[in-house]
């Protein structure tokens, strides 16, 4: 299975908003435009999430998936993950998470072009500090 | 070249048990039967595990694998991975991990309708002193390919 069509997030990281919504780096953000109209197409994406003296009474939900944004914009079914952070009351650093996104099967829209992105939240805001999204990819067939 | 078969587990999620056991959801479960009677397919398995409602008095050992439950029932070579957990603390609670198990190419046993399921134990249950929890896997999915 040949990955032809990747991206590789580069640039500033993406700090978590409790919104859902795109992960958007500095410089290159995790997007795949497909050129193909229609088949289907494996797609594997993953994130690594660092926090950055974050301090949180309680547990936090991170939702990460996959979304198409044109085309008739949907999420990609199955693409979801959530993750439950633990608590942590004293700012120390904690262990960030590598997060393998369930791999999916895209099946696409009939037009060219279709473009799925990375997109991720928290269901609420630390008490302080950030959680941020410091690596992320997608890869694909062509 | 879309995938063959892809589960997404579904449904109530599994607790571990110090028993190695079929990873059992409320609904669907993560396990494939293979139609092809010979060949060899690649298999991807992935688990996010929770630990939130843990306590641990000492680290302990999550296996999770593969096995074939059917013609001549077997584990399924190279698929085991063991992940040590940490001392739990009143200070923190423990977050989810996601677990990939090694990607697995599986020889199909030469008649057709394969059974191939993901198992997973503990090596001792969540417990400190007076104190207890569970461990549970809350999303599971096998992904097979030619």
Redesign the interface.
């Known amino acids: ?1 040949p990955l032809r069509q990747r991206a590789y997030a580069t640039g500033t990281p993406y700090v978590l908003t409790n919104t859902p919504a795109q992960v958007q780096f500095g410089t290159t953000s995790p997007i795949i435009t497909f050129i193909r109209a229609n ?4 797609v594997l994406a993953r994130a690594v999430v660092n926090f950055v003296n974050a301090v949180m009474s309680t ?1 936090r939900n991170i939702t990460l998936k996959l979304r198409r944004t044109n085309h008739t914009a949907a999420d990609i079914p ?1 693409s979801s ?10 700012g120390q650093s ?2 960030g ?4 996104l ?4 895209v099946t696409l829209s009939g037009t060219s072009g279709d473009v799925v992105e990375l997109w991720a939240s928290i269901d609420s805001l630390p008490d302080s500090g950030d959680i941020v999204i410091k690596e992320a990819s997608i890869v694909s ?1 062509l | 070249m879309p995938f063959m078969q892809n589960i997404y587990a579904a449904g109530t999620p599994y607790t571990l048990t110090i028993f190695n056991a079929p990873v059992t959801f409320g609904t669907t479960s993560p396990r494939v039967t293979f139609r092809a009677a010979n060949g060899t397919r690649i298999i991807l398995a992935r688990v996010v595990i929770d630990l939130s409602g843990a306590m641990f008095a000492d680290g302990e050992v999550i296996s999770i694998y593969l096995r074939r439950t059917n013609h001549t029932p077997a584990d399924v070579p190279n698929s085991l991975t063991n992940f040590q957990l940490g001392i739990w603390t009143p200070e923190q609670s423990l977050s989810d991990a996601v677990v990939e198990i090694p990607p697995i190419e599986y020889t199909l046993s030469g008649t057709p309708g394969d059974v191939v399921k993901l198992y997973a134990s503990i090596d001792d249950i969540p417990h400190d002193y007076d104190m207890y929890g569970e461990v549970s896997i809350r999303e599971a999915s096998i992904i097979v390919k030619n």
């Open positions: 299975m088949g289907k197409l494996i547990e199955n993950t959530v993750i439950k952070v633990g608590v942590s009351t004293s904690m262990t998470a590598v997060v393998e369930p791999p999916v099967e067939e």
